[in-house]
């Protein structure tokens, strides 16, 4: 299976920002998903992705972002995911339009 690690790194101002670091593909991606679920505040209104530490996503790993934003929607939560202009995983969210359903920002600030 391939590493990685979700971790919760701060609540403020209702916002839970939540890193995602290492690789996210087939063989690990329910497992991701369910640690983001499982981290992911009910009481927060936004939940931002850090994606920054995160090197490799595919495309069950873009469908985790979709579903997870879909779910949020219906809680009245919204997703925003943080990826640096120079990330790997920039051109791929871009091909499958995902900066229009999601927003994305390059920095937390």
């Known amino acids: 299976m391939t590493e990685y690690e979700v971790v919760s790194v701060r609540t403020t101002d209702d916002v839970q920002v939540v890193r995602l670091c290492g690789e996210v593909d087939l063989t690990n991606a329910i497992e991701v998903r369910d640690a983001i679920n499982d981290i992911a505040s009910p009481d927060a209104t936004t939940i931002t992705i850090d994606l920054t530490p995160t090197t490799y996503l595919d495309s069950s790993g873009i469908a985790i972002l979709f579903h997870l934003a879909e779910r949020l929607n219906d809680r009245r939560q ?9 990330s790997p995983l920039h051109t791929a969210l871009e091909l499958t339009n995902l900066p ?3 927003p994305v920002q390059p920095t937390l600030d």
């Open 78 to 86: 919204q997703l925003r995911l943080v990826v640096p202009p120079n």
């Open 100 to 102: 229009r359903t999601i």
